[in-house]
């Protein structure tokens, strides 16, 4: 993708996205953060840029963790629509995250703030391991 005319160094397209299948009335959640290249770019290969946008999926990856989580609660019962109650919820705090990111961190340009954010992002990860 060749990079759009904007005053960003990088970006990166991330979404979370929620599936539910089931059989006879009880249901089963699965949540997954994906990367998509086609809408990403980057103008210089920074290793700091790359860090910053590595963030951002890791900031996916930790809400569709928290996502699973919440909906792990209700696997195997007749939910119906609690799955897309409990995702929006958290959608919506994701991006307040991301959004909340890129301003502290000035887009990657404030070292110190980027360090913390990476910091903090990375132990939360661990508080909310894979499939907890």
Same mark, same amino acid.
């Given at each position: 993708?060749?990079?759009?005319?904007?005053? =960003?160094?990088?970006?990166?397209?991330?979404?979370?996205?929620?599936?539910?299948?089931?059989?006879?009335?009880?249901?089963?959640?699965?949540?997954?953060?994906?990367?998509?290249?086609?809408?990403?770019?980057?103008?210089?290969?920074?290793?700091?840029?790359?860090?910053?946008?590595?963030?951002?999926?890791?900031?996916?990856?930790?809400?569709?963790?928290?996502?699973?989580?919440?909906?792990?609660?209700?696997?195997?019962?007749?939910?119906?629509?609690?799955?897309?109650?409990?995702?929006?919820?958290?959608?919506?705090? =994701?991006?307040?995250?991301?959004?909340?990111?890129?301003?502290?961190?000035?887009?990657?340009?404030?070292?110190?703030?980027?360090?913390? =954010?990476?910091?903090?992002?990375?132990?939360?990860?661990?508080? =909310?391991?894979?499939?907890?």
């Amino acid at each position: 993708m060749q990079p759009p005319k904007t005053k =960003w160094a990088s970006e990166s397209e991330t979404t979370i996205e929620y599936s539910v299948f089931g059989k006879d009335d009880k249901y089963f959640p699965t949540v997954l953060a994906s990367f998509n290249p086609g809408g990403s770019y980057i103008r210089s290969h920074d290793a700091s840029m790359l860090l910053h946008e590595q963030t951002h999926f890791d900031i996916a990856e930790l809400y569709s963790r928290i996502i699973q989580h919440e909906l792990k609660i209700y696997q195997g019962t007749p939910f119906r629509d609690k799955p897309e109650q409990v995702y929006d919820k958290y959608v919506v705090k =994701w991006k307040q995250d991301e959004q909340l990111f890129d301003k502290e961190t000035k887009h990657g340009t404030d070292l110190e703030a980027e360090t913390t =954010w990476e910091k903090n992002v990375a132990d939360a990860l661990v508080k =909310w391991p894979i499939g907890g």
